[in-house]
């Protein structure tokens, strides 16, 4: 069974590029995560969806930060104008269907972005 | 206010050592508990939870810890450390109910360096 997968692996921007980041989760996971995590912390919560519904964005910077999963597969993370706190690696997790929130979360190897 | 601290930045021990890694949790009520280990370069992995009942959990390749809820803790050990031990180790909570419910909120994590 293939894991999370994310691409980029690595990006880097000056101030005021936007940026993509891709995850393809586990096939048949029904929720998907995405996380910040900042160097030398650990990962904090953006943003999460239910198949394609969003159940969580209240940490998502929404002036800049957008994420959509609009078949509930495939998920897209954007930052519209990258600032330099932007900088950390973001990481993709998913959840199988059904299960209670002790569950497992599979986390992709993620993408490392650094904003010069 | 939610917190999960680990409170050892980085612990260093030597190969076939024992091992404590410590995590407090601050929480309106018990929450479902996590350890993960992040690898160089690769994504979060879980070594074990808990969610109720006995309060020590058996995890991979010989990990375990111990819940405590008077001391709202839950450790993580291990008996006797191999080098490949080595990786940033993350404490996790995500509530049973409520406005959380869903979301891993982690502590800023501890590197265990084992020397050989």
């Known amino acids: 069974e293939a894991g999370v997968t994310q691409s980029p692996r690595y990006a880097v921007l000056q101030e005021g590029q936007a940026v993509s980041f891709w995850c393809d989760p586990i096939s048949g996971h029904d929720t998907l995560y995405w996380y910040q995590q900042p160097r030398d912390q650990g990962p904090q919560l953006l943003v999460y969806f239910r198949d394609e519904a969003v159940i969580d964005n209240s940490q998502l910077p929404s002036d800049r930060f957008s994420a959509v999963r609009p078949k509930g597969t495939n998920s897209t993370l954007k930052i519209q104008s990258a600032k330099q706190g932007d900088t950390a690696t973001y990481l993709c997790?998913?959840?199988?269907?059904?299960?209670?929130?002790?569950?497992?979360?599979?986390f992709g190897p993620g993408t490392r972005l650094t904003v010069l | 206010a939610q917190s999960v601290t680990q409170p050892d930045a980085r612990v260093t021990v030597s190969e076939g050592a024992s091992l404590q890694l410590r995590c407090k949790y601050s929480?309106?009520?018990?929450?479902?508990l996590f350890w993960y280990v992040q690898y160089p370069r690769q994504g979060l992995q879980m070594l074990l939870k808990y969610y109720s009942g006995d309060p020590v959990v058996q995890g991979v390749n010989g990990f375990e810890a111990e819940f405590s809820k008077s001391d709202s803790s839950f450790h993580l050990r291990k008996a006797s450390v191999h080098w490949s031990d080595s990786a940033v180790y993350f404490c996790?909570?995500?509530?049973?109910?409520?406005?959380?419910?869903?979301?891993?909120?982690f502590g800023a994590g501890t590197q265990l360096i084992v020397i050989p």
């Open positions: 996790a909570v995500s509530a049973k109910r409520g406005s959380a419910l869903g979301r891993l909120h």
């Open positions: 997790a998913s959840r199988g269907p059904g299960l209670g929130n002790y569950a497992e979360q599979f």
């Open positions: 929480y309106s009520a018990t929450p479902y």
